[in-house]
T-cell receptor, first 118, second 113 residues
Framework: AQTVTQSQPEMSVQEAETVTLSCTYD???????LFWYKQPPSRQMILVIR??????QNATENRFSVNFQKAAKSFSLKISDSQLGDAAMYFC???????????????FGAGTQVVVTP | DGGITQSPKYLFRKEGQNVTLSCEQN?????MYWYRQDPGQGLRLIYY???????QKGDIAEGYSVSREKKESFPLTVTSAQKNPTAFYLC????????????FGPGTRLTVT
């Protein structure tokens, strides 16, 4: 079974600065998807960014970018020019592409709380 | 507006009672999911359904039951057999099982005392 590990329970960043969240995962599969979800105080889960494992190019979405290191099984999220609205819990998630019973299931890490200070 | 609704937002029950959490979507999605979230943990999959009248157990299905009689609805029943039912419950859906993106509802906070 795949596992997703987020080793940083909390990260603090000043407005306009950059913060990087770490995520590692364990899998024997070669093709899969990785995601970062944001959960603000409203607790609504919002997809921030996704990465397909077969793509070497790192995904970017505006101020959010990832550093995908497939061999190291690492998938970090960088938030640039941090804003107060970025304050939230961030979850890393893994999804297999294999045709097994768990196909479509998201495997989540424990989350990293991002605190943004003015 | 299309989306996923979960009701109620907060739910309180006495120990030993079954309780049903509602999840409705008007996105015309085939696949639907139920997740449980506990403090300090990520989301864990309880049940999922690919199509109407079909559903499979996730990682923590014990003490829960579901039905999928309509495409739009995927209610979750928390039974008295669930040892620690107090948690935040999130429903999600995707266009189909192969879709990479899951859309989440606002969640229901269940407290059992």
């Amino acid at each position: 079974a795949q596992t997703v590990t987020q080793s940083q329970p909390e990260m603090s960043v000043q407005e306009a600065e950059t913060v990087t969240l770490s995520c590692t995962y364990d899998t024997s599969e070669s093709d899969y998807y990785l995601f970062w979800y944001k959960q603000p105080p409203s607790r609504q889960m919002i997809l921030v960014i996704r990465q397909e494992a077969y793509k070497q190019q790192n995904a970017t979405e505006n101020r959010f970018s990832v550093n995908f290191q497939k061999a190291a099984k690492s998938f970090s999220l960088k938030i640039s020019d941090s804003q107060l609205g970025d304050a939230a819990m961030y979850f890393c998630a893994y999804r297999s592409t294999l045709l097994t019973d768990s196909w479509g299931k998201l495997q989540f890490g424990a989350g990293t709380q991002v605190v943004v200070t003015p | 507006d299309g989306g996923i609704t979960q009701s109620p937002k907060y739910l309180f029950r006495k120990e030993g009672q079954n309780v049903t959490l509602s999840c409705e979507q008007n996105l015309n999605h085939d696949a639907m999911y139920w997740y449980r979230q506990d403090p300090g943990q990520g989301l864990r999959l309880i049940y999922y359904s690919q199509i109407v009248n079909d559903f499979q157990k996730g990682d923590i299905a014990e003490g829960y039951s579901v039905s999928r009689e309509k495409k739009e609805s995927f209610p979750l029943t928390v039974t008295s057999a669930q040892k620690n039912p107090t948690a935040f419950y999130l429903c999600a859906s995707s266009i189909e099982r192969s879709s990479y993106e899951q859309y989440f509802g606002p969640g229901t906070r269940l407290t059992v005392t």
